[in-house]
């Protein structure tokens, strides 16, 4: 697996890991003002680094890479 590839499966543990933070702070008896937070925390990690940084660079790189290979960017459904 290349470098760039490999940085992007980081990424992705390092969403996941994030996300089962999220998951075991849900059920939480901290204060509101503590909670929210840590709420605005994590909206702000998914907007910038899940959804511009890791997003953007599948996109922009890695989809484009695929598709120039041969790897439709598109799956045809039979309905």
């Known amino acids: 697996m290349g470098k760039a590839t490999q940085d992007l499966k980081e990424e992705h543990n390092a969403i996941l890991h994030v ?7 849900m059920p939480s008896s901290k204060p509101e003002a503590d909670m929210l937070k ?9 907007k910038i680094f899940a959804d511009k940084c890791h ?12 598709t120039a290979h041969g790897i439709p960017n598109q799956i045809k459904a039979d309905l």
Request: hydrophobic share 45%.
């Open 19 to 25: 996300l089962k933070i999220l998951d075991k702070a």
């Open 38 to 46: 840590f709420y605005g925390e994590l909206l702000y990690f998914l």
């Open 55 to 66: 997003h953007g660079k599948e996109e922009q790189y890695l989809f484009t890479a695929l």
